[in-house]
């Protein structure tokens, strides 16, 4: 497996965690649970750009990782 097909597993699993957690947010009617929700949302999105942003890095340097 090369590092671009691991990051780009990394990035899927990270979406699909914010996707989650915006989801449970919108679904709680407890208030707090929504809040706690909406932050870990919010993490996880930083936590993808970070990665999309070191994906293109080694995309530039390394161009064979993008197979």
């Known amino acids: 497996?090369?590092?671009g097909t691991q990051m780009q597993q990394a990035i899927a699993t990270v979406q699909n965690?914010?996707?989650?957690?915006k989801t449970?947010?919108?679904?709680t009617q407890?208030?707090?649970a929504k809040k706690t929700f909406e932050q870990l949302a919010q993490t996880f999105d930083t936590?993808?750009?970070?990665?999309k942003?070191?994906?293109?890095?080694?995309?530039?340097?390394e161009p064979q990782y993008k197979q």
């Open 53 to 61: 942003g070191r994906e293109q890095y080694i995309q530039n340097q």
């Open 24 to 27: 449970f947010s919108l679904e």
């Open 47 to 51: 936590a993808l750009n970070e990665l």
């Open 1 to 3: 497996m090369t590092v």
């Open 30 to 32: 407890d208030q707090q």
């Open 17 to 21: 965690a914010a996707a989650t957690m």
